[in-house]
């Protein structure tokens, strides 16, 4: 199977790719793209999976080959918790230290979320993360196809009446410190954001 991933941004080359390598009666995937970041996540994403990956320049773009060596061997969150479910914590409604670029990246977070096949069992929001709940758009879209998929959001009451955000809740339930706390403690796996 070759893709032409050429022109997609981060995550949608590896996303397109580890579906197409998650299809059973594909054992190899050439996948086209036309920068060293998208080239190196394959490479990345095609170790990840214990499957042999030779990346080589053509022209102006590379072709990322990953092949399979038998099943592709996806980390299923599920499967290495001893206790407890998976959650994300969404402590504010950007990514990372720059508002701007953050909003372009929690944007993305949820995306590839959604799109990993690998779901975690809760999320919670709390802070300015509970912004994310109430927001119209690609974010608010992907939350709500993640909690048809089974995946638990929540969000925080207290946070929500500070905000005056209360009655704007789009997706998702409103919670409680303690059953934030309890989550949160009992997680066999966290992730803060």
């Known amino acids: 199977m070759k893709l032409d991933l050429r022109g997609l941004e981060c995550p949608e080359p590896v996303i397109r790719t580890k579906k197409e390598l998650d299809k059973t009666d594909v054992n190899e995937v050439v996948s086209v793209v036309d920068n060293e970041v998208a080239k190196e996540n394959l490479r990345k994403l095609g170790e990840s999976l214990n499957c042999k990956v030779v990346a080589k320049e053509v022209g102006s773009d590379f072709e990322v080959t990953i092949t399979k060596y038998g099943e592709v061997t996806s980390t299923d969150a599920k499967g290495t918790f001893i206790n407890g479910d998976s959650v994300i914590l969404f402590k504010q409604n950007f990514f990372g230290s720059d508002k701007e670029l953050g909003k372009i990246l929690i944007k993305s977070f949820i995306y590839t979320v959604l ?79």
């Open 115 to 193: 799109e990993s096949g690998n779901l975690p069992d809760k999320m919670l929001f709390v802070n300015e993360g509970v912004k994310l709940v109430c927001e119209e758009g690609d974010i608010l879209e992907d939350l709500k196809k993640l909690e048809s998929n089974g995946v638990k959001v929540a969000a925080c009451g207290l946070c929500l009446d500070f905000f005056k955000l209360k009655e704007s809740v789009k997706v998702g339930t409103i919670t409680n410190m303690y059953d934030i706390y309890t989550t949160a403690k009992n997680a066999g796996h966290l992730i803060e954001i």
